[in-house]
């Protein structure tokens, strides 16, 4: 536990946000698979600030330098270890609040956790930027997927109280990764977008709702009990930060329906049993039934607001008021698309690697 | 992985529904705790059928047979097992109909998984019966928690579009575990009862949602990146049958809120410093912040239902049509709610264990 | 860890000597595969009191009861338990002793582990009579292996400084299970059993050494770099109660060798390549390399003695003395080789399974 | 498994001989403790070659750049991350003979698990060189012990057929870690010296004995059945390459034993109860006693000699020779001592954090 996962394949995360550098390493990957780095470097820029209007400005170029792992342009089958250094750290943003802890973020918790001796700078290795690492792996067992057939997909399902057209779950979506604001209703997402510039002008922030397909996942993978597809999944959707709910298939929505609606029934098709709906999310008894992976994760409004807001200070021991200037979207979910990507990435390839 | 959880505690759930007999090793206790065998046996009579009207008119005495790790009615800090013998097992029921596999079920995909040498009677491996074990590891789980003041509550958050008053998130809510029909507000849970019921004249089902709350547990618990709470709470609960979403605090309603308002503000107490809300529902960036732990988790619609349905057949390679006529609830949650209480008992056990 | 072990074939133990019953989970089985029962009953045999001169009077028939796991004789490929009772302890040859631990034994090492919390009866947990359930996976898991073409031998290497022809180290070794006394030797395991009784009329007891051969195991299985084989089987054997030391193909004998002997010659035979000698016990750089797994363990003298030994009165506070009357053997090697080839068992399976 | 090793302390180990660099990954340190990465340093150039004559010519200067983990030289308790680039790597020495796998070498096995894929330049992730980072890890999980009153000790046992004194195995042995050539007994250490520039000017190597032991560890520690702290160092010191055997305490004098010799007695003294012999090792039943913790590793001759030795050929595919003209030591043994310390530190460490 702690910062490795995996079963098959296995990643650990290390690196403090305002450290020397951060990184991963993965274990486990199959041998001899060409790894397009190109590709990793485009998914990693997805996540990278400055792509759409109320981002953060600090630049991090985050580029990989791959230690070991990869021989001749093809994975070794030996661990993969990627080092990105911190580049643009400007840590005074930080320290002069450091006995402030800031509402929504992890200050107070880590503190608790490592009895004050954990890096406080940027969160340390609470802060969103250790998902560089994830991405870059999540990169990685994407284009090993892909070989196989399994295809991940995402978008920003909601911001705010505004929806974007759901998946068809039983279809393969459009990709829209290379647009610089990834919906499907390109109204709605000007509409996101205003709402997010909105929030930011008033010192504030938004959530919002990521949704998450894979296709070509092929039915029978994933174990009883524990080893199952979904607690695998949403133990590694829950690591990436602000992320408080995820749902499979119809979700939160099976409690309002009813078996005769919900229960997804086998059809004989031309080419084989399918299911004729996929309420399930491709998931059914824990183990995958062939039809897409398809999951949600809501995203919590970024806690850093410019606004003052209460806290507390340590250092007098009175309550006192913070306003958090440092360089923070208004909202996290666009810039999230990637991490959930890797996500499924790296789970559904431990899946798919366990057999 | 697969039928094994846990870090510090680790459970091993072994048995099939209308096998010889299910059970639970639970292995890393601490040793020298006074279990209440009464008190075990109660919250698994929770889970037990016939405790309200819809309920399966299965009969299981459910009566566990500890074989080790308790001497003297304490625990010793070996594994301790226990073992439930299945006694009314009418596999007939089920066999008649194994070449058609029940929409909703596991059957297809236990058949993909396992070559087809899996136990179909009754879904195998794959039974909510399995259940059983997990309830007994909770329910020892339980005590040793609450001997650290640690104490599990559950109520039906909603049956179908019919929602009971909401936790406060910032109490220790009242105890309803020993109501028949475990709700705060009454007339609404006589409206989920009648719900139910209609539901099953109808031979049909419904979902409805699990609400859980832990109090007491301390601050600074569990560990950043995959070893947070959220993950670990997530990942056994998703291992309990019919579980499709699975959110903290606020949830999914986050995508909706601001940062101004969904913060949790820290605040200097009489008895030191708490948090004015409990948005994040006990756990930021992964780590216990001392407020009660808040989730919730929505179950899908019994999938076994009376009336028929569409599915395959196996043998004749055709199209054809089901009819389950076993004993189902029409809603699963009443029974559920000792399993999600187990489920928070284990993994908060596990993550108090690892301090 | 603790009663836990294996990565992709997992077993759960669990039990303590005098308690109800003891026995095993086995997670992670391939699923389809016939098990001969009579087999499994034939290896635990071996492993009873009572085959050999010298071996302890108490008789347990140690019948298994399989509670899962198994459906139409087949492996289900979810977890399989068996299940053992306790039937003839005759705690109170214990009970009167409790206060002064027996030298040798972990009951000094047990009460600071669990804070005298842990059952003393026999050993509790820590008595080799947990290894019955282990010999239960061991021959599940050998037959398993056996349909892959793996076959696992082992002999009585040494009693004493009384010395076994050793086994060819490139040649499958003839099969001595179902002899009352494994030795390749005749002449020698007479002296063997000689010596036995006479330690054992001297109230002493005496150690040995274990060899054991997998032959048919593929090359290319494990990893570098913990998840060596040699790392694997040592984790496993060291769990047998006594086994105080591990080596692998020429073991111990490396270091006064060198490298023009030591080094293993690839080689083209007719049926392709193979190495001239096997000074590496089938495993280089933690990978199997198609020549016989071999490795041997030595086995301390059995502690139980009955003579009066030095030890501590717990009550009394003050040195004393003890004389164990229990029913033990003066030596535990011939009842240890079922259990070494179990280890072997269960770690080549899991090495195997998981490619 | 595969490169990841630990339960509480974990590591992950990357790298390749001749890559971009190797490191490691330490998860689950404890926080707040002071790292002398002087002393690091120190123990790290122990492992470097060019310390006694006969070694390997090879520069490495290995200075371990920490990425992250520290924070104003205090663990923070997140992961500590450590990589050294390769710099001095002559990969011509190696690519000429890639096909013809080197004897006594994982070569062969390395392809076979691979599929060729794996980087064969100097034994790429199979290379001792990788225990650079071992090392690190060692050195940081020691200065931890340390300061709980743990101290780890090793020296030269034997090489060839001359042995050193031995260690008391009940009192702390004096350091010689600081000798360029570790032994206790300074004549022998002298033979042993002419013994490997013997051999080396035969081109031949030799192999040797490495005794170590660790001071002050606390009875109680460690857990039964697998957990125990035999299987755990064990499990870990297989990881080191070259190792071929293992054992503890008397380890395998004990087969040649009598259970009246070979059994610890409790005694009480002035300061408590303690064993007045440590025939154990200091762990009995897999718990920690109290006693040194005392074990011995056999390292087999360094596999790379000078000499012509028959290998295959494997473009020729025929049988063939090979002269192996690289930096190579002509034992193993002394730069072996810092890696043995380091697994006993990093096994002993998770033990002791595990509680």
Request: aromatic share 6%.
């Amino acid at each position: 536990m702690s910062s490795m996962w995996g079963n098959k394949v296995k990643i650990s995360l290390f690196g403090e946000s305002h450290g020397v550098g951060i990184g991963v390493v993965i274990d486990g990957l199959p041998s001899g698979i060409d790894i397009d780095m190109q590709l990793v470097t485009e998914m990693m820029e997805r996540r990278a600030p400055g792509r759409y209007s109320g981002s953060t400005s600090r630049k991090e170029p985050d580029i990989p330098k791959v230690m070991s792992g990869l021989y001749r342009g093809k994975t070794t089958g030996t661990p993969l270890c990627a080092v990105i250094e911190n580049t643009d750290t400007r840590s005074s943003d930080y320290e002069k609040t450091a006995m402030k802890p800031r509402p929504g973020h992890a200050d107070l918790t880590g503190m608790a956790r490592y009895g004050g001796a954990n890096d406080p700078r940027g969160g340390g290795h609470f802060s969103a930027r250790i998902m560089a690492g994830f991405t870059f792996a999540g990169a990685v067992c994407r284009q090993i997927l892909e070989k196989k057939g399994v295809k991940i997909f995402s978008h920003i399902y909601s911001i705010s109280n505004i929806e974007d057209e759901p998946y068809n779950p039983v279809e393969m979506p459009s990709d829209v990764s290379r647009k610089s604001f990834p919906v499907l209703d390109e109204a709605k997402g000007l509409q996101m977008q205003e709402c997010i510039i909105e929030a930011s002008r008033q010192l504030d922030s938004v959530g919002g709702i990521v949704e998450c397909m894979a296709t070509g996942f092929p039915a029978g993978l994933g174990r009883p009990i524990f080893g199952n597809i979904e607690s695998r999944l949403a133990s590694i959707l829950y690591a990436i930060p602000a992320v408080k709910g995820v749902e499979f298939g119809s979700g939160f929505e099976v409690a309002r329906s009813r078996g005769s609606i919900n229960n997804d029934h086998p059809h004989f098709f031309d080419n084989g049993i399918r299911l004729r709906s996929n309420h399930a999310g491709g998931v059914e008894g824990g183990i995958s039934n062939g039809m897409p992976v398809l999951f949600r994760c809501a995203f919590k409004p970024t806690p850093s607001i410019a606004q003052a807001q209460d806290t507390v200070n340590l250092d007098a021991m009175k309550n006192d008021t913070i306003e958090i200037r440092g360089r923070h979207d208004a909202c996290v979910v666009p810039r999230a698309l990637p991490i959930v990507e890797a996500a499924a990435a790296i789970c559904l390839l431990d899946v798919f690697e366990e057999g």
